[in-house]
């Protein structure tokens, strides 16, 4: 019935049911420091305070894109029919998100409105920009029916020649394909320093001893992977949970690849491989994080941390650590920022994270720029009970990954 009922809506083009979800923006970034409210624009000024322009990185933005205008991006056609109506709703979600009315011009369109975000606050952080591999079975072959999208090296690159002034590439090369590290050294030698993994939705083992040729070559262009840790829920990743359990890098790490774990692995329950049982993700990444011969290349990043399902315990560590946020990197994972129906300043004002003047001045910057008030939320949380926060170093990337 609850199927029939959204299916009902969406074909009778009941917008209104997804821009109450996400994209419901009416005020345009590029007023926004001459229109806040003078405690809002305190705010936000107070936000930049002590931090190194030079490494403030957002190393967590996804490209959109459905291959228009030849980008080569591709979305799997299940997200666009009714006949999966879950995947569906989430995809003209993530549309809406996106800033995007319609299919036609989807990739430049997206940029276009990312460009907006990102260029209406100078101050605001340089953005890693993510591609994304298909997901492949373990003797390399591209398994379409398990891919949610794709976003292609290329297509990152040519946006990062495109916006220098705001983009980082970040490349995605599945290491189970045939040819991942000729595609490794390629662009080793063009200078990317990042790689993006999200094992859950693209299959991949990290534990596996048949990746070692793969991590060498990412140490010999001195790279670093971003990998999603803990469960996914965005896109297609029930099947593969467990390849993202934190416990599964320690090979890579031992070998002395630089890996940077997305969401500090915020959601979820991971099987302890070492000590029985089963653990919050997050709690086998803070063992993880406090060993010391991990503390040169095991960085935590903290996107997503401020969606309503993860607010809690990781948040609550992570402020009253300040000795750890030196290896901490900031990321937004936008779009997702724009999906209003995840974050819910009104449940950090009652858990005591922020005030009720603090909540509104917050929801004040986040009808301009959702990306920015990512950032800013995050400068903002208290620990409700010992009042620490994160400091400036928290935002930006570690010495060890602050070269490109």
Request: net charge neutral.
């Amino acid at each position: 019935m609850r199927i029939g009922i959204l299916s009902l809506l969406l074909l009778s083009g009941c917008s209104v049911f997804i821009d109450k979800i996400a994209g419901d923006f009416e005020k345009e970034p590029e007023v926004m420091l001459k229109e806040l409210s003078p405690k809002a624009k305190a705010m936000l000024d107070a936000s930049y305070e002590g931090i190194n322009k030079q490494c403030f990185r957002d190393v967590h933005v996804h490209s959109v894109g459905n291959g228009s205008g030849g980008t080569g991006n591709w979305v799997n056609p299940n997200m666009m029919t009714l006949k999966h109506p879950w995947k569906f709703i989430q995809y003209k979600v993530y549309l809406s998100a996106s800033g995007l009315e319609d299919l036609k011009d989807a990739d430049q369109k997206y940029m276009e409105r990312l460009a907006k975000l990102a260029r209406a606050d100078k101050r605001y952080s340089k953005l890693h920009l993510l591609a994304f591999d298909k997901n492949h079975t373990i003797d390399g072959k591209e398994d379409l029916d398990r891919s949610t999208f794709y976003i292609t090296n290329e297509f990152v690159w040519k946006m990062y020649e495109k916006y220098p002034d705001i983009i980082i590439p970040t490349i995605s090369v599945h290491p189970y394909r045939a040819d991942a590290v000729q595609r490794l050294e390629k662009w080793g030698q063009l200078g990317v320093k990042f790689i993006k993994w999200l094992p859950n939705a693209q299959n991949i083992d990290p534990k596996s001893p048949k990746l070692d040729k793969y991590y060498e070559v990412v140490k010999k262009y001195d790279m670093a992977i971003l990998s999603h840790t803990g469960d996914e829920k965005a896109v297609d990743g029930e099947e593969f949970q467990k390849l993202a359990n934190p416990l599964n890098f320690k090979r890579p790490l031992d070998m002395g690849v630089k890996i940077i774990m997305a969401h500090v692995a915020s959601l979820g329950m991971c099987e302890d491989y070492e000590q029985g049982g089963e653990k919050s993700c997050f709690d086998l990444f803070w063992r993880m994080f406090q060993d010391k011969k991990y503390e040169k290349n095991l960085f935590g990043e903290l996107s997503g941390v401020t969606i309503h399902t993860r607010v809690g315990a990781p948040i609550d560590t992570l402020l009253e650590q300040p000795s750890y946020h030196k290896r901490l990197v900031n990321g937004s994972d936008y779009p997702l920022p724009a999906i209003n129906i995840l974050y819910r300043t009104s449940q950090f004002r009652k858990l005591g994270y922020i005030t009720r003047e603090e909540a509104e001045l917050l929801n004040e910057i986040y009808d301009y720029n959702p990306l920015v008030f990512d950032f800013v939320l995050k400068r903002n949380l208290k620990h409700p009970k010992s009042g620490m926060k994160f400091g400036p170093e928290a935002f930006e990337l570690p010495e060890e990954l602050c070269k490109q």
